[in-house]
């Protein structure tokens, strides 16, 4: 089925650019998100300006916008192509926004629900890492940005060499770049 081929990626890329966090933020409290905060429209930014619970919910949201094309990816087309691209599509969506002038967040949440559409070991050895990271390095964009190049050689490691292994490297080549914007950006605690 060809049309699904460019269909599919194209669904993966409007579904990431619904930015939730920006219409949930204003919504509760009557704010853009983006301009606030770290600026990003993303989960963390919803909770700094709009609550624990509000953030919950964007958090939710954001790893449907990935988890939902992914899982129409695979079950309509099969093709690991198809698959890798529409997951990397609903994470670029999710960073540059076609539906909030391309003022995104940073995609973790998005790309954490592609991987979990295609394999739940794969989704939690993805935040396994992160959290290694997190703790090694102490800094969120650094330990995002290192999480997301090793993510693809640990599945590897794994043997997740199916759909997950290419989503990792094309998801995690989107987050490398996305984050390598908050390099040296100082980021205080919740």
Known sequence: MP?????????????????????????????????????????????????????????????????????LAYRYSGETWVIALTGALAVIGHCWPLFAQFRGGMGLATFGGAVLALDTLAFFSGIGLLVAMLAILRHRARASLIAGLLLAPLYWLLNLRGAEFWIAVACGLVIAYRFLMDWNRQYRGL
């Open 3 to 71: 049309i699904l081929s460019i269909l599919l990626p194209i669904l993966g890329y409007l579904c990431g650019s619904l930015p939730f966090a920006v219409w949930v933020t204003r919504f509760a409290k009557g704010v853009d998100v983006r301009d606030g905060g770290s600026g990003h429209a993303g989960t963390t930014n919803t909770v700094r300006q709009a609550g624990f619970g509000w953030g919950a919910l964007v958090l939710v949201l954001d790893i449907a916008k990935g988890y939902i094309p992914t899982l």
